[in-house]
Antibody, heavy 116, light 109 residues
């Protein structure tokens, strides 16, 4: 069965950096777009970024453009999110998801807290 | 960018009743590219409906989706205790940007 497991979250100071990872299993990873979606505490869902199967197409929400970079390694079936210049408003649970336009499989999330 | 507005913000019903949740799009792109998700506390969202009316794998037929131009509806028949959760709609496909509605909380009356 499809499994997505995120890691790499934690506490970071404003202006700092963090790299999130998502390990995928149970499907042909390179066949699918993948996405990051976040949820601030007590708030709704916010799409962050997506990447095509071989990494040639990437898009970002305006709120993270220029600060976050999505990437993938199909050999290791891994998705990444490099987050730089972090702000307090980036504090959220970050989910990776298999992207078919809609998101049919989600990880359990990794929590990122940006605070001094 | 299409903006999705969900209503009501909170819906209070009893087990066994029918829930009707609304998601209104700010404009039409001619597609039926609306998905619905269910999220219970501490859990990741779960896909219920895609393409406005197609049930995802393993979703009971108590859940159904419909559309009328820019108005999309999620109906849950015969509410079960596990159905009380937050529900989100999502638009996809017509632009690189992806949008979610703000959510409807379905609570036990």
């Amino acid at each position: 069965q499809v499994q997505l497991v995120e890691s790499g979250g934690g506490l970071v100071k404003p202006g700092g950096s963090l790299r999130l990872s998502c390990a995928a299993s149970g499907f042909t990873f390179s066949d699918y777009y993948m996405a990051w979606i976040r949820q601030a505490p007590g708030k709704g869902l916010e799409w962050v970024s997506y990447i095509s199967g071989f990494g040639g197409t990437k898009y970002y929400a305006d709120s993270v453009k220029g600060r976050f970079t999505i990437s993938r390694d199909n050999a290791s079936r891994s998705l990444y999110l490099q987050m730089n210049s972090l702000r307090a408003e980036d504090t959220a649970m970050y989910f990776c998801a298999r992207d078919r336009g809609f998101y049919d499989s989600w990880g359990q999330g990794t929590l990122v807290t940006v605070s001094s | 960018e299409i903006v999705l507005t969900q209503s009501p913000g909170t819906l209070s019903l009893s087990p066994g009743e029918r829930a009707t949740l609304s998601c209104r799009a700010s404009q039409s792109d001619g597609s039926s590219n609306i998905a619905w998700y269910q999220q219970t506390p501490g859990q990741a969202p779960r896909l219920l409906i895609y393409g406005a009316s197609s049930r995802a794998t393993g979703i009971p037929d108590r859940f159904s989706g419909s559309e009328s131009e820019t108005d999309f509806t999620l109906t849950i028949n015969r509410l079960e205790p596990e159905d009380f959760a937050v529900y989100y709609c999502q638009h996809y496909g017509s632009s690189p940007q992806v949008t979610f509605g703000q959510g409807t909380r379905l609570e036990i009356k």
